[in-house]
C-alpha cells in the first residue's frame, strides 16, 4: 500500500498562486503513476493532471497553460504548482498513485478556496 499526505492547501484570492505537495511512502515512487483529481461541492471528482511512470504528463482542459504537475523521485513527491487560480479551481484536491499491479491509492485531500 501507498502512503500519501497531501499539503500546501489554503485560501488564495483569484489570480494567486499555490503550490500542492504529495509525498509518498510505501512503494517504489518511480514505478508509479502520480495524478492530481479535485472534487468540488456537489460535483463529480475530476482529473487535474497526470504524470505517468513513463513520463507523460496530461491535464484537464480546464487548467492549461496554469498548472504544472511534477514529479521528485529522489524525494517520492509529486507536485501540483497552481497559478492564476480561479473561484471555479475551489475543491477539495486529492493526489492519487497508480502502481503496476493496477491498484491505487489516494490522499486525504487537501482544501483550496479561491475567493473572487
Known amino acids: 500500500q501507498v502512503k500519501l499526505v497531501e499539503s500546501g492547501g489554503g485560501l488564495v484570492q483569484a489570480g494567486g498562486s499555490l503550490r500542492l505537495s504529495c509525498a509518498a511512502s510505501?512503494?517504489?515512487?518511480?514505478?508509479?503513476?502520480m495524478g492530481w483529481y479535485r472534487q468540488a461541492p456537489g460535483k463529480s471528482r475530476e482529473l487535474v493532471a497526470m504524470?505517468?511512470?513513463?513520463?507523460?504528463?496530461n491535464y484537464a482542459d480546464s487548467v492549461k497553460g496554469r498548472f504544472t504537475i511534477s514529479r521528485d523521485n529522489n524525494k517520492n513527491t509529486v507536485y501540483l504548482q497552481m497559478n492564476s487560480l480561479k473561484p471555479e479551481d475551489t475543491a477539495v484536491y486529492y493526489c492519487?498513485?497508480?502502481?503496476?499491479?493496477?491498484?491505487?491509492?489516494w490522499g486525504q485531500g487537501t482544501q483550496v478556496t479561491v475567493s473572487s
Open positions: 492519487a498513485a497508480f502502481r503496476l499491479s493496477g491498484s491505487s491509492d
Open positions: 510505501g512503494s517504489i515512487f518511480s514505478t508509479n503513476t
Open positions: 504524470n505517468t511512470r513513463g513520463g507523460s504528463i
